[in-house]
T-cell receptor, first 110, second 116 residues
Framework: RKEVEQDPGPFNVPEGATVAFNCTYS??????FFWYRQDCRKEPKLLMS?????NEDGRFTAQLNRASQYISLLIRDSKLSDSATYLC???????????WGLGTSLAVNP | GAGVSQSPSNKVTEKGKDVELRCDPI?????LYWYRQRLGQGLEFLIY????????KSGLPSDRFSAERTGESVSTLTIQRTQQEDSAVYLC??????????????FGSGTRLTVV
């Protein structure tokens, strides 16, 4: 089992749709979590950190469920420009590494 | 600098040659990481530097790979006797410090290496 698992997709949604991605992690010692966005043939860019209480940034909402060991990302009112791969990342201080999921591909269609 | 700078942006080399990739982290970032990403694949951790501590080399795939970093500045990743399976994008990232990884990494735009 991978340490961080994501549904690879692709998710194909129309503009304006709401879409949600889940990510599960296996290391219960994981402390911090992030969502990164990676456009085709570009480097990953930090989208948002994920806090225990959940956090929202405009159309994006991230939530953490420690009991079930999963993180979610909700995108409301999808835009064409949201089309990208979304990478889930977990950080565990005990092994001092960021563990990356393989990403979920999103295509927002007109 | 303002961002993480990597050079060259593209490199085509013949099988068996050595290549050197360079990374300039954001000024003041003590932690520096190298990753590899093959086409259509996820990020593969290679090596991590934190200040003057011994680097974490646990991700280096073979002894053909090595990396150096001088203090908290430039890092070079060297691949000796390149093979076709080394073809990938090599990404460098930096962060303020390891313990503050909650800030997340900032990535450079990568070096696209093609071994022919």
């Amino acid at each position: 089992r991978k340490e961080v698992e994501q549904d690879p997709g692709p998710f194909n949604v129309p503009e304006g749709a709401t879409v949600a991605f889940n990510c599960t992690y296996s290391n219960s010692a994981s402390q911090s979590f992030f969502w990164y966005r990676q456009d085709c043939r570009k480097e990953p860019k930090l989208l948002m950190s994920v806090y225990s209480s959940g956090n929202e940034d405009g159309r994006f909402t991230a939530q953490l469920n420690r009991a079930s060991q999963y993180i979610s990302l909700l995108i409301r009112d999808s835009k064409l420009s949201d089309s990208a791969t979304y990478l889930c990342v977990a950080y565990a201080g005990n092994n001092r590494k960021l563990i990356w999921g393989l990403g979920t591909s999103l295509a927002v269609n007109p | 600098g303002a961002g993480v700078s990597q050079s060259p942006s593209n490199k085509v080399t013949e099988k068996g040659k050595d290549v050197e990739l360079r990374c300039d982290p954001i000024s003041g970032h003590t932690a520096l990481y190298w990753y590899r990403q093959r086409l259509g694949q996820g990020l593969e951790f290679l090596i991590y530097f934190q200040g003057n501590s011994a680097p974490d080399k646990s991700g280096l795939p073979s002894d053909r790979f090595s990396a150096e970093r001088t203090g908290e500045s430039v890092s070079t990743l060297t691949i000796q006797r390149t093979q076709q399976e080394d073809s990938a994008v090599y990404l460098c990232a930096s962060s303020l410090s390891y313990g503050r990884a909650w800030n997340g990494y900032t990535f450079g735009s990568g070096t696209r290496l093609t071994v022919v």
